[in-house]
Structure formats: structure tokens, C-alpha cells
């Protein structure tokens, strides 16, 4: 990422990172759905009840799993066919499992979906007039899991996480620029 302008207004790469994990939570959202109905019906056929809720709390970590993979592969890719692109050096390997950066990508994703959700709910909440009945917990509820329809990526709640998700991925590269300088001025 290059140094912009206004110091308070994240870089371009904030901006992609937090639209392409917006997109990748839309695509992952929209298989969780789909296949969500046939594995409750098997999960409660045969398994007990402690592994359902194994199984359940395994599943909010699955974010880290699948962005970590999916970012070993895209570097793999990019580096292989266009080895002009990658911004750094850095230790990741050939192999099939993804290397410390993409681990840390994964975790700093789900903590970036997680963060922005958990704000984004709390604007809303703040915003937004609020009445007791069940039919606005709903209504808030069904805004909030808007990631993988369409007709939601332009509503307020998905806008208002990825511009959240682009401040936490600036704060992310400035913190990562401070440790480098650190790190550089500590060697001579």
C-alpha cells in the first residue's frame, strides 16, 4: 500500500482487502445456506448433542480455515503467473497448506468480520428507531445476515461493515509498517 494524502482515510489495498472479504463472505455465506438444512437433519440424526455444539463452535472458526487457504492459493497463483505483483518477500512455501502469513490472514480476517459485524450492529441499533416487538429484532436480525443476496451488497448494514473492515485492515498495514521500521532501526 502506498502512503496517501489524508493520513486518517485508508490506503487502496484496505479498501480491496475489505471489499474482497465483503465478496468471500457473500460466496461462503450462500454455501453455509445451501447446505445448511441437509447437514442440521444429518448432524441431528447422528451425532449427540455435545458434538452438535463441537461442531457448531468449530464452524465460527471456519472463516480463518477457508480465507487461509484461500490466500495461500491466490499467492501461489499470482506469484507463479505473475511474479511482477507480489509486494514482499515473504516464507511462504509450495506446498498445499498455507504458510504463518496466510494463518495470520485468516485470523486477522475473521477478527476484521467479526469487528465490523459486532459495530455495525451497534450503529444500527444506535441509528435506527427501535421498538420491543419481536418484528423489529427481525428486522435488524435479517439486515445484519445480509451477506450473500445481491439485491443486500449496496444495503447499509454490508456497506457500513466493509468501510469498518477497511479501517481495521489500514490500522493492520500501519501497525505492520511501525513494527518494519522498528525492526529495521533496531538492526543498525
Same mark, same amino acid.
Given at each position: 500500500m502506498?502512503?496517501?494524502?489524508i493520513a486518517w482515510f485508508p490506503a487502496t489495498g484496505a479498501?480491496?482487502?475489505a471489499i474482497l472479504l465483503t465478496l468471500l463472505m457473500g460466496v461462503v455465506t450462500l454455501i453455509i445456506k445451501q447446505t445448511s438444512i441437509p447437514l442440521i437433519r444429518f448432524i441431528g440424526e447422528h451425532l449427540s448433542t455435545k458434538m452438535s455444539w463441537c461442531l457448531s463452535v468449530l464452524s465460527l472458526l471456519?472463516?480463518? #480455515?477457508?480465507?487461509?487457504? +484461500?490466500?495461500?492459493? #491466490?499467492? #501461489? +497463483?499470482?506469484?507463479?503467473?505473475?511474479?511482477?505483483?507480489q509486494s514482499a518477500p515473504t516464507e511462504e512455501s509450495e506446498s498445499f497448506f498455507p504458510g504463518l502469513m496466510s494463518w495470520w490472514e485468516g485470523l486477522f480476517a475473521w477478527l476484521a468480520i467479526a469487528v465490523s459485524t459486532i459495530l455495525a450492529i451497534a450503529i444500527i441499533i444506535a441509528i435506527c428507531p427501535y421498538d420491543s416487538s419481536e418484528n423489529s429484532v427481525i428486522k435488524y436480525l435479517l439486515m445484519l445476515s445480509a451477506w450473500d443476496?445481491?439485491?443486500?451488497l449496496f444495503s447499509a448494514p454490508v456497506i457500513g461493515r466493509t468501510i469498518i473492515a477497511a479501517y481495521l485492515y489500514y490500522f493492520e498495514?500501519?501497525?505492520?509498517?511501525r513494527v518494519q521500521a522498528e525492526v529495521t532501526?533496531?538492526?543498525w
Open positions: 502506498k502512503k496517501n494524502s479498501w480491496m482487502s471456519a472463516p480463518i #480455515l477457508i480465507i487461509a487457504f +484461500i490466500h495461500h492459493w #491466490l499467492h #501461489l +497463483i499470482l506469484d507463479r503467473f505473475f511474479p511482477d505483483t443476496d445481491p439485491k443486500h498495514y500501519l501497525v505492520r509498517c532501526s533496531s538492526r
